[in-house]
């Protein structure tokens, strides 16, 4: 997939947004959705989507769109940062296959880092327990501004 070209309606977070498939949200509101990446690079991988936009990276997004993601990105990075502790947060956001994009709508990950921790590799993460990523949501959510 290039840098170029339609938008799928049936890639993953699209299916996710319509409630097609299951997710662990920690926020959304009419804009945007927060929820937990599945296969987590470390505990308390956080993605932010637009609930509005059909872009599919950052070259396509509507500057207003933009502007209230990013918003997002940063309100879910502090309450992140309350919960969980991190010693670091790495913010990642990647653009069409060689680029080390795999879904196709434009999406932030919020990864948090602890100095005595490695980040698992981006794709290279086993599947979490629904349960857990339950658990790290809710500590998440409650510490949303
Ligand atoms: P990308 O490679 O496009 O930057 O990131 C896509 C992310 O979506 C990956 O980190 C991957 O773990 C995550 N992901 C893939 N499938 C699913 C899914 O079905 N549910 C959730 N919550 N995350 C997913």
């Not at 070209?5 to 996710?16: E, H, L, M, R």
């Not at 956080?46 to 309100?75: C, D, G, Y």
């Not at 990523?133 to 409650?142: E, K, S, T, V």
Request: negative net charge; proline residues 5%; glycine residues 6%.
């Amino acid at each position: 997939m290039s840098l170029h070209g339609a938008y799928d309606p049936d890639n993953i977070f699209a299916k996710i947004l319509r409630g097609e498939i299951p997710s662990v949200k920690v926020w959304e509101d009419d804009d945007v959705l927060a929820f937990m990446d599945v296969f987590p690079q470390s505990e308390g991988h956080v993605l932010v989507v637009s609930k509005t936009s059909q872009a599919r990276n950052l070259l396509e997004i509507e500057p207003e769109v933009l502007t209230k993601l990013t918003v997002a990105v940063q309100r879910t990075a502090r309450a992140v940062e309350k919960a969980l502790k991190p010693d670091g947060l790495s913010l990642m956001q990647f653009n069409g296959e060689a680029g080390g994009q795999t879904v196709f709508h434009l999406h932030f990950h919020i990864i948090p880092r602890w100095g005595d921790r490695a980040m698992k590799g981006h794709g290279h993460a086993p599947m979490a327990e629904a349960e857990q990523l339950q658990a790290l949501a809710a500590r998440i959510a409650a510490e949303l501004d």
